[in-house]
């Protein structure tokens, strides 16, 4: 019987849309939708998701386990049941523990799910009770929830329903056409009402084209536009003294601290002309509501944190927090205090062969981990939810780890992804349709619960029962490991925390989202709550400041005169990371270079020519695009192409290094030197 049910999309975006799905007769998904009821998503897709049932249906779905059969990276696998499969991975996992340690097994994972149980729910339980290494998942959000919680103590944000009533806008290392687009009605919106809208990016995409205004600041330099703003407000004396008075700590410290970041001396670092930054400070100080939409884009840089910070702190400077429509949004992620303890189960570490707790290992410097690390070196990798072969840094370093005969690697995946190459067993995994799980978001303030509505493909499982699966093979009694999902989603939900009140599964299961328990409007910061230790905004001027990234143009000058072009590598707009990125038309985008027309005819390139872009980690091959919607000494190429469909096999991040950002310790993408030259 044809029928139309509810799911929530499970892919890294700040919007987790609340989906609608025709089911035909045959129980087959026939059309994917928006909900209409959901007041963010607002009855429309993004142009990825919209088509997500061709992903669900395609003929490269992967249907059963799989054993290698070719050497590592070649793809070449056979089939082989579960039970075989189970079975080599408990045994090997068992006798890697035993003769090297249980630190020497890494998982790696990511939000190639966003929903809590398959991010990370039994597959953390069954880690810890092994005593594997721990994984310090940092390749996306925190280098930027470090600048914040500085910032603010608490990382609350804008809910996107107030961007409407904003006054100005500022999109600051945000495409919010490409990686955030419900929040594009509400500025649609705004700007019906009269508002004015800004975008500050070092690339004018397609949110820059739409904008009133477009800075293009140059790459890893937003903490010094951010300071020479608070430079001329606090000199013009635009600062909100009122709320500084009552809801601040160290105005007058902070006003010394930044009388030396001229305008003058940030044009000199930033590109933006220093009469641009007195207009762009004065307007933001003097409009009201002004709201400033800060991505991660800013945090990808060697100074993320200090970037993301500097930016956070002015909305407090100018009092912007008073009103609906002001203040910053970065991530909404903090509001949900769900019980994630009672998910994991860090208590198992203590029943693990180690007895404690077990190293911490940084997703940034897998590289580092598969070749250099040696006490105890990684003897075992299991990967799901990521493709560390196409989106980690330093492509070099791990496809020779990768290749190590002695790694044992297991992926637990959808389709053969680069990494799947080098995998010595390959489990099918279900998609977000195909199973249960619950769903915070990180751009608005809706709890989602989804039901699996259509059948998973072939053999494909998902990974609470993959890992159940394992622990029961592992030998692992704890009653735990029998959970089911909704055991493990009422556990979340048994928490004190005025954010969940009256939030259950049976609530869940009946209005399939609930706004969480907060005020509407949700003003965190209009009377001080900070979550210092003053309660109050502490600007703590001292440690403000910038540095250039070493690898910059104003940085490690022996770097950029061997490679003087600063690359950037965005998120696609029509791939989420690597998902989809294997789509012909999305590789095609993927494997472009922006230039800017003086860099290109310096060198003689014009759009079409074949480049090569390289530096002292590595190279790849792109078409070139000649454009001016980069800076000079800027190029663009997109960040997460899968590399086995590029010509020579490589991406961007054969490019970009394992150099850590200031605190987080997160991936600096963006701080890459390179240079480029054309192919004959």
Not at 136 to 142: A, F, G, K, N
Not at 228 to 240: F, K, N, P, R
Not at 509 to 529: C, K, S, T, V, Y
Request: aromatic share 8%; charged share 20%; glycine share 8%.
């Amino acid at each position: 019987m044809p029928r139309t049910v509810h799911s929530v999309c499970a892919l890294d975006c700040p919007d987790a849309c609340s989906l609608l799905i025709d089911i035909d007769e045959h129980g087959r998904g026939s059309r994917l939708r928006g909900n209409p009821a959901h007041p963010v998503t607002r009855g429309f897709l993004c142009g990825k998701v919209a088509r997500y049932l061709e992903h669900e249906y395609s003929s490269a779905r992967l249907l059963h386990p799989l054993r290698r059969t070719g050497t590592k990276g070649e793809g070449c696998f056979a089939r082989i049941s579960w039970d075989e499969a189970l079975g080599e991975i408990a045994a090997r996992l068992q006798a890697t523990s035993v003769e090297y340690g249980s630190e020497s097994i890494l998982p790696y994972s990511y939000a190639g799910t966003c929903g809590l149980l398959n991010y990370g729910g039994m597959s953390n339980r069954f880690f810890h009770r092994l005593g594997a290494s721990r994984l310090d998942r940092t390749i996306c959000s925190t280098t930027g929830m470090a600048g914040m919680n500085d910032a603010l103590g608490h990382r609350y944000s804008v809910e996107p329903e107030q961007f409407r009533h904003a006054k100005l806008i500022i999109a600051w290392g945000a495409n919010i056409m490409g990686t955030n687009v419900h929040l594009w009605p509400f500025i649609v919106e705004a700007r019906r009402n009269g508002a004015k809208f800004y975008t500050i990016d070092p690339n004018q995409n397609r949110t820059g084209k739409l904008s009133d205004r477009h800075y293009a600041i140059q790459p890893g330099t937003d903490a010094a536009l951010a300071l020479a703003m608070m430079h001329v407000i606090t000199c013009d004396g635009l600062e909100d003294r009122d709320y500084i008075e009552r809801h601040t700590l160290g105005f007058s410290e902070l006003k010394e601290r930044v009388r030396d970041w001229t305008p003058d001396r940030a044009a000199q670092l930033t590109g933006i002309p220093a009469k641009d930054i007195v207009d762009l400070a004065r307007e933001y100080a003097t409009t009201r509501p002004a709201a400033i939409r800060l991505n991660y884009g800013v945090q990808r840089s060697e100074r993320g944190a200090m970037s993301v910070r500097t930016i956070a702190l002015l909305p407090a400077l100018t009092g912007a927090w008073r009103d609906p429509g002001g203040g910053v949004q970065l991530s909404t992620s903090y509001a949900f205090q769900l019980n994630r303890s009672a998910i994991e189960m860090p208590e198992l570490q203590r029943s693990s062969p180690l007895g404690r707790e077990a190293r911490m290992v940084n997703m940034s410097r897998l590289g580092e981990a598969l070749n250099t690390v040696n006490d105890p070196p990684v003897k075992a990798l299991v990967v799901y939810n990521s493709n560390p072969a196409a989106i980690a840094p330093d492509q070099n370093a791990i496809r020779q780890g990768l290749r190590r005969d002695d790694l044992f690697t297991v992926v637990l995946e959808q389709v053969l992804t680069d990494t799947a190459d080098f995998a010595d067993i390959v489990l099918p995994a279900t998609t977000f349709l195909e199973h249960t799980d619950i769903y915070t978001a990180y751009g608005h303030y809706y709890l989602q619960l989804a039901r699996p509505v259509l059948t998973p493909a072939g053999e494909a499982r998902s990974n609470q029962d993959v890992f159940r699966l394992l622990a029961a093979r592992m030998g692992f009694t704890e009653p735990c490991f029998q959970d089911t999902d909704d055991d493990m989603i009422r556990a979340a939900l048994a928490t004190t925390h005025p954010h969940l009140r009256g939030i259950t599964l049976d609530a869940l299961e009946q209005h399939h989202f609930m706004r969480l328990n907060i005020p509407d409007p949700f003003l965190p910061f209009a009377e001080g709550g900070f979550g210092t230790p003053s309660g109050k905004c502490e600007f703590r001027a001292e440690t403000l400041d910038y540095t250039p990234p070493v690898e910059s143009r104003n940085g490690d000058a022996s770097l950029a005169a061997r490679f003087p072009l600063e690359l950037i590598s965005p998120k696609a707009d029509d791939n989420m990371n690597s998902t989809m990125a294997s789509r012909p038309e999305n590789d095609a985008h993927n494997g472009c270079l922006t230039l800017h027309p003086a860099d290109a005819t310096a060198r003689a390139i014009t759009t079409g020519d074949t480049v090569r872009v390289f530096n002292q980690r590595g190279e790849c091959t792109l078409k070139a695009v000649v454009d001016e919607t980069v800076a000079r000494g800027v190029v663009c190429a997109r960040s997460t192409r899968w590399p086995k469909l590029a010509s020579d096999g490589n991406s961007v991040n054969f490019l970009t290094s394992q150099r850590l950002t200031d605190k987080g310790g997160g991936p600096a993408f963006y701080s890459c030197l390179v240079q480029a030259e054309k192919i004959l």
